[in-house]
């Protein structure tokens, strides 16, 4: 489409009911982000109240009409995805606006390939506008689907504001603050280019130790309980701060959503420490992988169904209107001679219409067989069922499933094949009971058992485990200087690792709250099996692995290398220098933020030409002026970095690379990069419980 251009959405699928947005961009360095938001407008063109703001921190409407899917990796990047549900927007919004800002000072003209897609729930693409006018904006309209009648009908807006989100919001009725609002829980600021937040809570290290569960309650809750015994604040306590607190820019003013914690559990009645609690979900007895697959499809399909907001949250990128779910498991369906035994299917009925999706499900290292999938889909087509998910402990790359099957192009009706992993289960769960809240305390339970379920040793649904096969030949290779380039060996490693560290990246973002993502410097359109043969090729001659991790609200990108000539892991992060400020200061702020971190941490100035000085933390810590160049050259920051002994086998055991890598970024985070000095995080958060990360 072209920019003014506009179209009915009835003339492009038999199915308009429901739409998912995509919105895209790429950047060579790497870095280029932004946040998407989506607007609901009565016929006076504003917001009918705050509510009607969708953004990171209010994803979802209640009633599933518009749901932020959040970003999926892709082979230039990652897209931006938006669920609409259209016969389920209110009666009284007659435009729907699609937006993204950027932040800090970015700029939307320093981004590529910038483009919107619309599809319908089979994914189908049915139309594309690309703005390629993009200069000094840090905010864009981008599209807009609206009324006409009975129909919806979408139109190419790509309208650009130079003043940000604020500006942008402030145009479709959303309220500016013009005095800080210190509401501890409540606010959540969302204007990232005009409203930064001075003080941040360093964030706590990642941990597998129990913590108390987020649930939101109904709106008029005006307390949060703290998790600590004996003690109480109210939705407008301050946590205590790392750091001296300044007043907070001015924001927009956004819709509010409180929480409570409950209390901590009581001390136990058990006679002793070996005691351990009752949960709905055992897993100690199961002893084959038949009954791990059977349980694990049981768990999780009853929870979805239970708890709405996570049935919903899993199924809306799969174009399941929001609606009454019901879910079965080891149901019996005809095909040809004998009958075929699906894992599971879900059904979702919304206003007399009937979405329904078959499930096959494998645990522990299992792979899916590509000839079960495909009868599933030729059930699924004969029955008019909509869709076909596979879940896994294997983690899909580029959005792609993980099978291949053949498509019948004579029959009408369409069938789509989703792939799902255990890590993805586990990322929105966490998401849903730690950072976002829940309907109510019954949920929240439920899904903090499943939680539980999924991380037990005996469940089989720990997420990517395995190097696989290629693996050991290729790092005995790479030490004995045979490997050439072209061997497919290596290929399989490059596909590994990529889907170790996209699980790194979903377990993160569940822990902290915080959007994680792979980076990929690569152009757009570039085809990822060309791509990960060219990372093949760079293995075998230079013997490393590196993966960029960019997570929300910290000051850099994470970097990842993992050199199989001296097995040693390497996790490092680029801190911009201050601008303006005395060189020598800049190095003593430095030390004096990385007092909790690791006496062997590697610090490294960074200069515009040639290379600067480096030393260890415990050699700098009594002199920081070592950090100054001697010749006088200009610093444009610092490097720092942690190194770690990399696991020998292919597995996650004690000795394993995929547990190394897994502690070498959390050690990193936790004891680095959680305690640096003020960072430049665009998206304020509301404050969390001083307890771990994980659950």
């Known amino acids: 489409m072209i920019k003014g251009a506009n179209v009915s959405l009835a003339a492009l699928s038999e199915d308009s009911g429901g739409v998912i947005v995509g919105l895209s961009w790429s950047s060579a360095e790497g870095d280029g982000d932004a946040d998407v938001s989506v607007l609901l407008l009565d016929d006076s063109g504003k917001v009918r109240s705050e509510s009607d703001f969708y953004f990171y921190n209010h994803p979802a409407a209640a009633d599933g009409s518009v749901q932020l899917l959040g970003k999926t990796p892709t082979d230039s990047g990652s897209e931006d995805r938006i669920s609409l549900d259209l016969t389920a927007v209110p009666l009284d919004v007659s435009r729907i606006v699609v937006a993204a800002s950027r932040y800090e000072g970015a700029r939307f003209g320093d981004l590529h390939d910038i483009r ?44 650009g504001y130079e003043s ?44 597998a130790a129990p913590a108390p569960v987020p649930v939101a309650p109904a709106p008029s809750t005006a307390a949060a309980e703290d998790p600590t015994p004996g003690a109480e604040r109210t939705a407008d306590a301050e946590p205590t701060p790392s750091k001296p607190q300044t007043p907070r820019a001015r924001g927009t003013r956004t819709v509010k959503k409180k929480v409570t914690l409950p209390k901590v559990t009581k001390k136990s009645l058990a006679e002793n420490d070996s005691w351990r609690p009752a949960r709905l979900f055992p897993v100690p007895t199961l002893r084959s992988d038949k009954e791990r697959e059977l349980r694990a499809t049981s768990v999780l399909l009853s929870v979805m169904a239970e708890v709405p907001e996570f049935g919903r949250r899993l199924t809306a990128a799969f174009g399941a ?21 699906p894992d599971g299917v879900i059904r979702v009925e919304r206003a007399g219409k009937l979405w329904t999706a078959l499930v096959e499900t494998k645990t522990n290292g ?10 599933y889909m030729d059930i699924a087509a004969r029955r008019g069922y909509e869709a076909v998910i596979t879940l896994s402990n294997d983690v899909a790359l580029d959005g792609r499933p993980l099978v291949d099957v053949k498509i019948d192009g004579r029959r009408k009706h369409k069938v789509t094949l989703w792939h799902l992993s255990w890590a993805e289960v586990a990322h929105q769960a966490q998401m849903l009971i730690r950072h976002e809240g829940v309907g109510n305390a019954a949920h929240a339970w439920l899904l903090h058992e499943l939680l539980h379920y999924l991380q037990h040793e005996n469940s089989g649904c720990h997420g990517f485990q395995n190097m696989g096969p290629a693996w050991v030949p290729v790092r005995n290779g790479i030490e004995a200087e045979t490997l050439t380039q072209g061997d497919p060996r290596a290929v399989q490693v490059v596909v590994s690792w990529e889907q170790l560290i996209r699980q790194i990246c979903l377990r993160l973002g569940g822990e902290l709250g915080q959007k994680a993502l792979p980076v990929q410097r690569v152009s757009r359109g570039t085809d990822p099996t060309s791509r990960r043969a060219a990372t093949a090729d760079r293995l075998c001659t230079e013997g490393r692995l590196s993966s960029e991790l960019r997570i929300d609200g910290t000051p850099g990108i994470f970097t990842i290398t993992a050199d199989l000539r001296t097995s040693k892991l390497r996790t490092s992060v680029d801190i911009p220098a201050p601008e303006g400020g005395y060189p020598l200061s800049s190095a003593k702020r430095l030390i004096r933020s990385l007092a909790e971190a690791p006496a062997d941490l590697h610090v490294e100035t960074l200069v515009e030409t040639g290379n600067g000085p480096r030393g ?16 006088g050259a200009a610093i444009t920051g610092f490097r720092l970095s942690l190194f770690k002994g990399m696991g020998g086998t292919r597995g996650t055991t004690e000795s394993g690379f995929i547990r190394s890598v897994d502690g070498a970024i959390d050690r990193f985070y936790g004891s680095v990069v959680a305690h640096l000095g003020p960072a430049d995080r665009r998206h304020p958060r509301r404050p969390q419980p001083a307890t771990s990360p994980t659950d």
């Not at 009454?324 to 009958?339: I, K, W």
């Not at 299992?366 to 009868?375: H, Y």
């Open 116 to 159: 919107l897609t619309l599809a319908d729930r089979a994914n189908e693409v049915l139309l594309g506008f690309s703005m390629d006018d993009a200069s000094v904006e840090t905010a864009f309209v981008f599209g807009e689907l609206y009324r006409r009648g009975e129909e919806w009908k979408f139109r190419a807006v790509g309208q």
């Open 164 to 207: 940000g989100l604020a500006g942008l919001a402030t145009d479709f009725g959303i309220e500016i603050d013009d005095e800080a609002e210190e509401e501890a829980g409540a606010a959540e600021a969302v204007d990232a280019a005009a409203a930064k937040t001075a003080t941040e809570t360093a964030a706590p290290a990642p941990t």
């Open 321 to 341: 209107p929001a609606g009454r779910m019901q879910t079965f498991t080891e149901v019996s369906l005809p095909h040809g001679d004998s009958p075929r035994r």
């Open 366 to 375: 299992n792979q899916l067989k590509a000839e079960q999938v495909q009868d």
């Open 616 to 631: 260890t933390l415990e050699r700098l810590r009594p002199e920081p002026g070592d950090l100054l160049p001697r010749d």
